[in-house]
């Protein structure tokens, strides 16, 4: 339930009706994430296709009407317009890593690549980045995750919000933290780009 926490912290939103039913949803362009969280929260909601706009990807989205899950995420923080208000909930070390990887794969991004390409020796890289548009969650973020060996990372100021950005060791140790052999939920796409990286530089060295 933690990643499904961090999932929706970071690209999901709760919505009170006027006939006040509760609902909480995530929408992605994945549909296979979606079909994982179904399982994990026993729902039979279905996942709906949203509309695709020009030059968007399709997307899906899962909308489950609770309120005592709504009452839950309330307690730990969320809002309806969460995005500039949001704080890092108090998490324990036991599940840190989940939320992590959950709000990673909602509202993360890792790309790995090449630097000084026209240079003969080109430098093979990798970088790390946490979105949010509340300040004050992604310091928190930086302060905990720096209790975990990541003591780089910087802020920088986008047009909507913020990035929390990690160059090469910090997002080794990223990777580390958040994939670990008992985590079932993530996102295959960005995994797959941590190991990339990974096995390119065991290529490299053997």
């Not at 970071?10 to 994982?36: H, M, P, V, Y």
């Not at 995005?83 to 992590?100: A, G, M, N, R, V």
Request: hydrophobic share 35%.
């Amino acid at each position: 339930m933690a990643y499904i926490l961090g999932f929706i912290y970071a690209d999901g939103n709760i919505i009170f009706t006027k006939r006040a039913t509760w609902f909480w949803s995530i929408q992605i362009n994945d549909k296979d994430i979606l079909e994982k969280i179904k399982k994990v929260i026993n729902s039979e909601h279905v996942i709906s296709i949203r509309k695709r706009h020009r030059n968007q990807n399709q997307s899906y989205r899962l909308q489950v009407g609770s309120k005592d899950m709504c009452q839950d995420l309330v307690n730990l923080g969320l809002t309806e317009r969460k995005s500039k208000t949001i704080s890092l909930p108090e998490i324990t070390s036991k599940y840190f890593p989940d939320f992590l990887r959950g709000y990673f794969d909602g509202d993360g991004g890792v790309w790995v690549g090449f630097k000084n390409k026209k240079r003969v020796h080109k430098v093979h890289t990798i970088s790390t980045a946490f979105t949010s548009g509340s300040r004050e969650f992604l310091l928190g973020l930086k302060e905990t995750l720096s209790k975990y060996g990541v003591l780089g990372g910087s802020l920088v100021k986008k047009e909507r919000g913020f990035d929390l950005k990690y160059s090469i060791k910090d997002s080794l140790i990223l990777h580390k933290i958040m994939y670990n052999s008992k985590c079932t939920l993530f996102l295959k796409r960005k995994k797959d780009k941590f190991e990339s990286y990974k096995n390119c530089g065991r290529s490299s060295t053997g």
